[in-house]
């Protein structure tokens, strides 16, 4: 791979030692992946924070990093930890693991990280321009920037984003490259989705089916980011999706329309979306209903809050936001409204990564796939259905 | 016949130890338990044994981006594989192996597979990309 004079330098600690480690681990990836160069990022987006997936392990590594003076150079935003950070005991969390996660805020508040705490950067004023390269982990943030947003990152992890935070680089393979961008796939939605559910249901289906193939999705509609995150996040968890086009939608399916010719084709109707639903819906008797995944965006908190408005929710309905949301649906009265009917909303934390079990939990209803799909994967029982459906029905 | 396969060094180093081949992909996370280095994966070929200081051999990582942070773990517990040979590693392993500091290589000339086997006594010079045999038991 071909180093600059700079980078040559970095790469031999003349940036400090926690650079050229960093640097070490970019050009290591780079020569597994058949990058010719590395290329410079303007933002980064890091996972790996719930100290439930990190553990020791990884609380150990990033004490390292940040005792040998890793700091970010550029704009870095976190992932969700594991908890509300000020309302972690209503929650239910343990003090020990309260503690364990507080202890990895503390490290990449060394490094100058911000501590955003959610998988929705992009809703929260961290919003990269089109075409830019960017180090974005959070397989739900990546399928957006790279898709509905079209800047450009591969998939990637919470040591590659932290490696390119610290020295604003990232090697070129993969996503990065325009030929890498163009579909593979065609996809043909029979009938163009209602609900948000649906939009999750289409990105599970997809994501099943191509695994890691960028579908050029038709029929989609006229979807808002609501949609638009929801698809993303499920076709990132049920396959390995970092980029797809829809037609009319997102900004790069225009120039992707020259080619088309020749791929095979997947049509979804409404029978395969039953089909999807049905398989993560079990009967339950007295779920906690879930909603937030990927974060909500005020429009979600304001469907939420009218469609409780005077009912007995009485701790049985969760709702996972951002601060920036969360802070503009206080504003607005939503959040009171939400709490008067007993619901409880949540920051910095997700049903993905908090200790669901560990706060006894074993029930939980959703409208997303990808809460669904992982909460599963816990151990407990879920069902998918509508906000509407959730909360009314 | 001594054989000696040449691949690619991904991260360098030098190591020797006994051979563990797995014909199954592997994911630390949640596969391997760092503390004790045994292979926990349900169902998995080698479920029971352990990785501790052998010169593990597989066709590819799989699983969570946190298996990672599992290989650096198990470096400062002590419980690591001395060095690790893919049949083409990925980015999980890959990680793992460069902020552990554990040799790795890949795309030998050769299917490690097949030409060695559990037991053998290997050499791994990751830093000139190649594997040999210093004895077959």
Redesign the interface.
């Known amino acids: 791979m071909y180093l600059t004079k700079e980078q040559e330098a970095m790469l031999s600690g003349g940036e400090g030692a926690a650079a050229a ?1 960093m640097l ?2 970019l050009v ?2 780079g ?2 992946f058949g990058a010719e160069r590395l290329v410079q990022v303007e933002s980064a987006h890091i ?2 924070v719930s100290y439930k ?6 609380l ?2 990033l004490t390292e990093q940040a005792d040998m003076g890793a700091r970010v150079r550029i704009r870095a935003t976190l992932n969700p930890a594991g908890m509300d950070m000020d309302k972690w005991r209503e929650m239910g969390v343990p003090e020990e693991f309260a503690d364990g996660q507080r202890r990895v805020l503390e490290t990449f508040r060394r490094m100058n990280v911000e501590p955003t705490c959610t998988c929705t950067p992009y809703l929260i004023g961290h919003k990269p321009d089109r075409g830019t390269q960017v180090a974005w ?1 959070e397989s739900s943030a990546v399928c957006y920037v790279n898709s509905v947003i079209g800047a450009r990152t591969n998939r990637e ?4 984003t932290l490696a390119s935070a610290v020295t604003g680089l990232a090697a070129l393979y993969g996503y990065r490259l325009e030929e890498k961008r163009r579909p593979g796939y065609i996809v043909n939605l029979d009938q163009t989705p209602e609900t948000i559910m649906n939009y999750s249901a289409v990105g599970y289906i997809v994501g099943k089916r191509l695994g890691t193939i960028v579908p050029y999705i038709r029929g989609l509609g006229n979807p808002g980011t609501e949609a638009l995150k929801a698809l993303g996040a499920s076709a990132a968890t049920s396959g390995g999706i970092a980029l797809w086009h829809g037609e009319g939608i997102t900004p790069e399916a225009d120039a992707m329309s020259d080619y088309l010719e020749g791929l095979e084709k997947l049509s979804i109707d409404r029978e395969d979306i039953v089909e999807a639903k049905e398989a993560l819906s079990k009967p339950l008797k007295d779920p906690i209903v879930v909603l937030g995944c990927p974060h909500a965006t005020l429009n979600e908190i304001f469907e939420i809050s009218q469609r409780v408005k005077g009912r007995k929710m009485e701790g049985k309905l969760w709702v996972f936001t951002s601060r920036g949301v969360y802070h503009e649906a206080e504003m607005a009265g939503y959040m009171k409204t939400i709490e008067e009917a007993g619901g409880r909303v949540y920051r910095d934390t997700c049903m993905v990564v908090a200790p669901l079990k560990e706060m006894g939990w074993s029930e939980v209803a959703t409208n997303s796939f990808k809460a669904a799909h992982y909460m599963a994967s816990m151990g407990l029982e879920t069902r998918i259905d509508t906000i509407k459906g959730l909360l009314e029905g | 016949m001594n054989v000696k396969l040449k691949g690619r060094k991904v991260v360098g180093g030098v190591a020797e130890g006994e051979a563990l081949v797995s014909s199954e992909a592997v994911s630390f996370y949640g596969g391997v338990d760092p503390e004790t280095g045994i292979i926990i994966d349900h169902g998995h070929p080698l479920e029971g044994r352990s990785i501790t200081g052998k010169v593990f051999i597989f066709p590819t990582g799989k699983g969570s981006t946190v298996g990672s942070y599992v290989i650096y773990r198990m470096k400062k517990l002590g419980t690591a594989p001395a060095a690790i040979v893919n049949v083409e590693t990925e980015i999980i392993i890959a990680t793992g192996c460069v902020i552990s500091e554990v040799p790795l290589v890949d795309k030998l000339d050769g299917n490690p597979l097949i030409d060695f086997s559990d037991g053998m006594h290997l050499r791994v010079d990751a830093d000139e990309g190649f594997v040999e045999i210093i004895s077959r038991d």
Do not use: I
């Open positions: 480690k070490e681990l290591a990836l020569e597994v996972s790996g997936n990190l553990g020791e392990a990884g150990e590594w982990a992890s919470g040591p590659t």
